[in-house]
Every structure is written in structure tokens, then in C-alpha cells.
């Protein structure tokens, strides 16, 4: 009957004008269908392999930079602050193109996105062996390749949580595991095509390799069938006036930017602030690893040993944390682990306070990579357990815009610490302030929410006596009540 009532309701709308919302919600690229087991299995196994792919290609990537971070700064005579401007552009336009990635995503599909990606990162990467100015390289490899990670990467993840369900912790650990197999071969194999030709081969022989981005994307075949197309009745429609042009640019602001969960949920809320400022420290350590080890005497073949020993500990350790965090005793408590995980990540980071040698370093990056390895696990399970799924990609996007300005400005302000001090220590004891004030502060805000939720479910003796016993009171979550709006909306445009 519900099915009967939506059909009637979209031929209406079809035929009332309404067209070009059906048109937006659905990409064209939607035109084959899936099989009926597909979620949490069938196809749905491929598309985790070419997820884990794709995450190794673009997450992974950025602390690849660190390999040539000192040719970088020889070459063009730059200092420690401008150098990480690098990475730096390249993290923060992979996380700030969201919201332009779910527009796209929308039209075309996950699919088109994807191998839009992929041509977009090599074809960044490959120019960057070309720049002759620091400035250049930002818009090639930074700018270009950065958005390129971001068409790729964001797809992955939405069409992953749509193929899985049941097994949606597993799945997201397992996909993150490709961020650790990035970890644990990119920087192994940025060093050899370093050492065989220079920097400048090794950026057009890795832009080459990102393109493997494509073929993954042509698996990502889209779960269900396309629904029909509308182009012809949009184009025998009235044309649309400025003002109503402004209003579906801001309505189709709202919907990607996910600002009425930002203000409404305040789960979401506290989530992205606190990821946000989290990211201001995160991934700064990484960046800057190679140049403090060999800053300290170590060859950098020992450096980007480092960097191999996290990634051989997040491929270990995120898949059996995908299966612990997948009982049942750990629903509703994922954001308390990932907050644990926060805490003890940010004071590994003091590790590095106390030497720069081998063994130091490698015992911090066995403390780094396995507290890293809750984190890639948890961070999209946690977001997918605060908001609704048909919002993921919106929410997902906002969030990306929001910890891009973290992501911008954290490695040259800690390029920027080591030219005035000199010293790399202490950009690993900022690091630690950063992330351990984020941790508690998720810690303490959900703990805080969880209260007080608890306590608005316990009604008081006074309010319990005023009730009628023939009155029932049934609690509608948020999303329960647009959708009750939303059939009560398609039952009036039915008649």
C-alpha cells in the first residue's frame, strides 16, 4: 500500500512540475541493478575491495610527501613552513571538497565520481613533476590531486555503507584497513623511486599509479535500479524565475551541507567540533616523522621503515578490531572507545619528547598504530551511528569542510614552530595537547548527553499521576517524524 501511495505521489509530481527534485535525487548513473543479496554481501564484497583500494591510493597518500619533504625545501629554497604547505593543501582539499563531492555524487553517481577522481589525482600528481616554482606545486599537487582524492575517496565510503548493514562496523574496518596498506607500501615504494629517479620521476610514476583509482570505480556499480529520467517534462516546463533560483540554490546548500543536523543534532554537533579540532594535531606527526628522525643522525631508508611498521600494524590489528567492535556490547558505546583511542594516540606523541633513536621511534609507532587503528575503525561508524544514512554523505561533507581548515593551517603552524625553536619536539608535544583536549572533550560531551537522555527517558511520579490511562504517549525519533511528514506530504499530492 505504501509502495502504491509513493508511485502515485512521484507520477505526480512529475506531472505537477515537480521534476527537477526528482531529477536530483536520482544519478543517472543508477542503471544496473544489484542483486537482492547484495547488502552485506554479493557484490557488495567487491566494492569493499575496491574501497580498501581506493582508501590506500588517497588517504595514505599525503604522508608519502615527508619522502621528498627535504628535496622539496632544497629545491625551491623554502623554509619548513612554506614546504608543509604541500601536504598541507593536498589533506585539506581531500577533506573541503565534500560538499562539491556529494553534489556529484547526487548527479552522477558514485561511480562517474569515482573515475573522475582517479583522472583527476594523476593527472595533478603528473604535472607536479613539471613545476619549476613551490607555488605551482601547490595548485598541481596540492589543489588538483587533493580534489582528486576527494572524488575518490568520499564515493567509496557512501556506497560502502549502502552495500552494508548488518555488517557495517566490519566493513568500515575493513575498508579502512586500505589507509593502512597505503601506509605500509606507499612510503617503501615512494623511497625506492626516489633513490632511481629523483623526485620529480617519482611524481609522474605516482601519478601513473593513481589511476588504478578508475578501475575501481568502474566496479562501484550502483545497488538497485535507476528510476526514470524526467528531461523532457523538465524541458516543457516553465522556466524558472531568479528568485526561485535562489531558492533551490539555497535548498540544495541545505541538503549537502547537512546544516540543519549541525544546528538540530547535537550529537553531530559535538562529533564534528571535536573531530575538527582533533585534526589539527592528528596527522601532523606523520608529516613531519621522516624529516625528524634523519633531522636527529637516522638514514632516511630507517625512516621510511617507520612509517612501513604503521601500516603493517594497521592492517594486523584494524581487522580483528572490526570483528571486537562489532557486538553487540559495543552498540551505543563506539564513540567512548574511539574517544579512549584519542586519549592514549595524543600522549603516544610525548613518546618522541624523550629520543629520536630507532627503538624510540619504532616503539612510538607501534603505540601510534595500534591507537590509530580504533580510530580509522570507528571515526565513519561513529558518524553513521549519529545521524541517519540518507544524510551520511551530507553530514560527511560538512564535516570534511570543517576539518579542512584544521587540516590547512596545522603542519605550517608546526613548520612554522620548528623554524623559530629549531627543534621538532616540540611539534609532537603540541600534537599531544591537541588531540588529548579533543579526546576529552568528546568524552565528557557524550557522557553528558547520554545523561541527560537517560534521564528525559525516566518520567517523574508527579507527571506519571497526571496521565490518563486511556492516553499513550509513543516517542518519534527525528527521522521517524519527516518520514511520517513525508507520506503525509505524498497522500495529499496522490489525491
Not at 66 to 89: E, G, M, R
Not at 462 to 482: K, T, W
Request: one cysteine or more; glycine letters at 8%; a positive charge.
Amino acid at each position: 500500500m505504501a509502495t502504491r501511495q509513493r508511485q502515485s505521489a512521484e507520477s505526480c509530481n512529475m506531472e505537477g512540475g515537480d521534476v527537477d527534485k526528482e531529477e536530483a535525487e536520482t544519478p543517472p548513473d543508477q542503471s544496473q541493478p544489484v542483486a537482492n543479496s547484495a547488502p552485506d554481501g554479493g557484490w557488495g564484497w567487491v566494492i569493499l575491495v575496491s574501497s580498501i583500494v581506493v582508501l590506500a591510493l588517497t588517504l595514505a597518500f599525503p604522508s608519502c610527501m615527508s619522502i621528498f619533504y627535504t628535496d622539496l625545501q632544497k629545491q625551491f629554497h623554502a623554509s619548513n613552513s612554506v614546504t608543509s604547505w604541500v601536504p598541507s593543501i593536498m589533506t585539506a582539499v581531500l577533506h573541503a571538497g565534500g560538499p562539491l563531492c556529494s553534489v556529484l555524487v547526487e548527479r552522477f553517481g558514485c561511480r562517474a565520481t569515482v573515475i573522475m577522481g582517479g583522472v583527476l589525482s594523476g593527472i595533478g600528481m603528473a604535472a607536479s613533476a613539471f613545476t619549476n616554482s613551490i607555488v605551482e606545486l601547490y595548485i598541481t599537487a596540492g589543489v588538483i590531486t587533493g580534489l582528486g582524492f576527494c572524488f575518490s575517496f568520499q564515493p567509496a565510503v557512501t556506497i560502502l555503507g549502502q552495500y552494508f548493514v548488518r555488517r557495517r562496523v566490519f566493513a568500515n574496518a575493513m575498508s579502512s584497513t586500505g589507509t593502512a596498506l597505503g601506509l605500509s607500501t606507499l612510503p617503501t615504494l615512494s623511497n625506492y623511486l626516489h633513490t632511481e629517479f629523483g623526485w620529480r620521476g617519482s611524481f609522474l610514476i605516482l601519478g601513473g599509479m593513481l589511476l588504478n583509482c578508475c578501475v575501481c570505480g568502474a566496479l562501484m556499480r550502483p545497488l538497485g535500479p535507476s528510476k526514470p529520467k524526467a528531461h523532457k517534462q523538465k524541458a516543457n516546463g516553465p522556466t524558472k524565475t531568479g528568485k526561485e533560483n535562489l531558492k533551490l540554490l539555497a535548498s540544495c546548500i541545505r541538503r549537502h551541507m547537512a546544516f540543519d543536523q549541525f544546528c538540530n543534532n547535537q550529537r553531530y554537533r559535538v562529533f564534528s567540533l571535536g573531530v575538527t579540532w582533533m585534526m589539527l594535531g592528528f596527522v601532523v606527526p606523520l608529516i613531519f616523522l621522516v624529516p625528524f628522525a634523519t633531522d636527529n643522525g637516522m638514514d632516511q631508508n630507517k625512516a621510511a621503515l617507520l612509517l612501513n611498521v604503521l601500516g603493517f600494524v594497521n592492517i594486523i590489528v584494524r581487522p580483528a578490531f572490526g570483528l571486537l567492535f562489532n557486538l553487540a556490547w559495543f552498540k551505543g558505546r563506539h564513540i567512548y572507545v574511539l574517544s579512549v583511542a584519542l586519549l592514549l594516540n595524543g600522549l603516544s606523541n610525548c613518546i618522541c619528547c624523550f629520543s629520536a633513536t630507532f627503538p624510540v621511534l619504532l616503539v612510538y609507532m607501534l603505540c601510534y598504530g595500534l591507537t590509530m587503528s580504533v580510530v580509522g575503525t570507528l571515526l565513519f561508524t561513529v558518524l553513521m551511528d549519529i545521524v541517519e544514512m540518507n544524510r551520511f554523505l551530507s553530514a560527511l561533507g560538512l564535516l570534511a569542510i570543517m576539518e579542512s581548515v584544521t587540516l590547512l593551517i596545522g603542519p605550517p603552524l608546526a613548520g612554522l614552530l620548528v623554524d623559530k625553536t629549531g627543534e621538532y619536539t616540540y611539534v609532537y608535544l603540541a600534537s599531544s595537547i591537541t588531540v588529548v583536549t579533543s579526546a576529552l572533550f568528546l568524552l565528557v560531551s557524550f557522557y553528558w548527553l547520554d545523561y541527560r537522555s537517560t534521564a528525559k527517558k525516566e518520567p517523574s511520579p508527579v507527571s506519571a499521576s497526571l496521565q490518563s490511562p486511556d492516553c499513550q504517549y509513543i516517542r518519534v525519533s527525528a527521522g521517524e517524524a519527516e518520514k511520517q511528514a513525508a507520506i503525509q506530504t505524498e497522500r495529499v499530492t496522490s489525491v
